[in-house]
């Protein structure tokens, strides 16, 4: 304080000297007290930049290990095995039939010709003039379609057209009716009534009764016997295919002669839906189709849990400070390497064709230390053994035999143990484990230093002021001083 005041007197022998500069003086020995302090605030800051930090690093592992919960979740699902045994069908010409397999199917070719589509059944009214008064009195009338019984109210005025409108809302309004009824109007003064089966093939032929209403035979389908026209007049009732049997679709398969009922095929071949799409040409060759392993269904199903497996290793080795000064992060890091080395699967005694590791079913390790599906052809071969599929699931989705430690266990099983410790499990709260403990115990720390640090800067604050105080009395008495020299100077001259 003594230099900065001979200083100020200093420099007060100059006429110059006003109380604005004081002031200037006065922040400058402010600024340059706050400057010795600045140190406290500056450790203070850094201290909060590397736990901010750590928390940041903490809470994206966190992020990551529950995107790898969510995979290895997957592989735990109860029928995550049969994923493995995934087939998949090809289609030779796509604009006749395509074809989708499920795990039932059996490997192999096929070959099938579509000579026939399933339709649905069509009967045709006959043509009636729409001015024309319908031929029928006031009353409610009951007729049965397809052995539901149908009930329409008459007022005796109606057209043609009007009442055959009555007609068809009944019917489309019917619960359970399994056909759609509709008006076509095939000139400008004429009309025909049309039935369509919701379904395709004979199964879901159309089939009517008149009930003695005479509402049907007022529509012409007495023209009708069993399902043939006895007027072949096309203006005439009629069914759009009197043989109920081209209501079906007709193929041959591997030589076979096959009818169905659907343009969607089922269970003809063990695990193999066939969709039609075009009836072919007689001169036609057939339609091949080929069924495979679903090597690409697998690689999908696998290449999830990897990925995150791959984001998290390479996360955890991100930030080499933590990794050098974190035991448990170091750990972590340690054990997700060394799964590759690992036996995933438990094979008995004298086995030799099973794969244990992931090398054996075409998974390796790349530069970067990420595991990558790098031959999909040793995972088919694998896939295509005897039980190659439970082979291959085992290495992913086997669990620990608890009563026997030593039996080795899958890829999902070994990453929920060594990232457990850190998620304290996937059934339990976010803040339970390692990292939940280490994130709330980085934020207490954070917000300490934070509380800490608003304290150091109200103490300096406080200090500067007392400071200015202190500095601004003695130049008062300075200046007072100097006004009384001024004042015995007079006096001698």
Do not use: C
Not at 407 to 415: P, S, V
Request: charged share 25%.
């Amino acid at each position: 304080m003594s230099d900065i005041l001979s200083a100020l007197l200093g420099t007060s022998s100059s006429s110059s000297t006003t109380s604005s500069s004081s002031s200037t003086y006065l922040d400058q020995i402010v600024s340059a007290y706050k400057a010795t302090q600045n140190t406290k605030l500056n450790s203070l800051a850094s201290q909060k930049s590397g736990l901010e930090t750590k928390k940041s690093f903490y809470s994206s592992l966190q992020t990551k290990m529950s995107a790898l919960q969510g995979n290895i979740d997957k592989m735990f699902a109860e029928k995550a095995a049969e994923t493995f045994q995934a087939r998949t069908a090809i289609s030779s010409d796509t604009s006749v039939l395509t074809i989708s397999a499920n795990r039932e199917a059996i490997v192999g070719v096929n070959s099938i010709k579509v000579e026939q589509l399933a339709s649905s059944d069509l009967l045709i009214g006959a043509r009636m003039n729409s001015s024309d008064s319908f031929d029928k009195e006031a009353g409610d009338y009951t007729f049965k379609i397809n052995n539901q019984e149908i009930t329409v109210s008459l007022d005796g005025s109606e057209s043609n057209e009007q009442a055959v409108k009555k007609i068809v809302n009944a019917i489309n309004s019917t619960k359970d009716i399994t056909l759609s009824s509709s008006i076509v109007k095939d000139t400008g003064s004429t009309f025909r009534i049309t039935f369509t089966a919701n379904k395709t093939g004979e199964d879901n032929a159309i089939s009517f009764d008149d009930n003695d209403s005479g509402i049907l035979n007022a529509l012409g389908l007495d023209n009708i016997n069993g399902r043939a026209a006895t007027d072949k007049d096309s203006t005439k009732a009629h069914f759009k295919n009197e043989n109920i049997s081209e209501l079906n679709s007709k193929l041959i398969v591997n030589g076979i002669e096959v009818t169905g009922t659907s343009n969607e095929v089922k269970d003809l071949l063990p695990g193999i839906t066939i969709n039609l799409l075009k009836a072919q040409e007689d001169d036609a060759k057939p339609v091949t189709t080929t069924t495979k392993i679903g090597t690409g269904e697998v690689v999908n199903f696998i290449k999830p849990i990897l990925d995150s497996y791959n984001d998290l290793l390479n996360f955890a080795k991100s930030n080499t400070t933590i990794l050098r000064s974190e035991s448990s992060i170091y750990s972590l890091h340690t054990q997700l390497r060394n799964i590759f080395s690992t036996q995933l699967a438990h094979v008995d005694e004298g086995d030799s064709t099973s794969p244990r590791f992931l090398s054996e079913i075409g998974i390796e390790v790349n530069s970067n230390g990420n595991l990558i599906i790098s031959n999909q052809e040793k995972l088919e071969k694998v896939l295509s053994s005897d039980d190659g599929w439970e082979n291959v699931a085992n290495l992913f989705t086997s669990k620990k035999d608890e009563s026997d430690p030593t039996k080795a266990y899958g890829l999902a099983a070994r990453l929920q143990e060594i990232i457990s410790p850190f998620t304290g499990g996937k059934d339990t709260a976010t803040e339970q484990g390692l990292l939940g403990s280490r994130i709330k115990s980085l934020n207490s720390e954070i917000n300490n230093i934070s509380k800490r640090t608003i304290e150091t800067e109200e103490r300096i604050n406080y200090q500067a002021e007392n400071l200015r105080k202190q500095y601004s009395s003695l130049l008062e008495i300075m200046y007072k001083a100097q006004a009384q020299y001024g004042s015995l100077s007079n006096l001698f001259y």
